[in-house]
């Protein structure tokens, strides 16, 4: 729900798709697939997913590496954000809804 409110700029598609599969680990080839964010650019944002804690390496798979999200503050927070988008979303359809 990021994505409503910044944009659809590569690292909030990779935000939106960690705070709704925070729960899997995956690896960057999938995070790219799910989000359709090019593997390079998904490569050059992972250094500042890593940087601010919001993900951590969980084990390899043949030899893809897997990562899964960290639960700290700044997940919390922006998973909070995250929440708060789609109720706002969801006022504003169930208003319409009244009104049409």
């Known amino acids: 729900m990021l994505s409503y409110l910044f944009g659809d700029a590569p690292i909030i598609k990779i935000l939106d798709f960690l705070l709704d599969e925070w729960e899997l680990d995956f690896s960057k080839a999938d995070v790219a697939r799910e989000t359709g964010v090019s593997w390079k650019t ?49 006022r504003d359809d169930q208003k319409q809804e009244v009104t049409a």
């Open 42 to 90: 998904v490569n050059e944002v992972w250094g500042t997913l890593e940087k601010f804690g919001l993900i951590e390496y969980t084990r390899t798979v043949n030899r893809a590496k897997m990562y899964r999200v960290k639960k700290n503050n700044l997940f919390k927070t922006l998973k909070r954000l995250d929440m708060e988008i789609l109720a706002l979303l969801d």
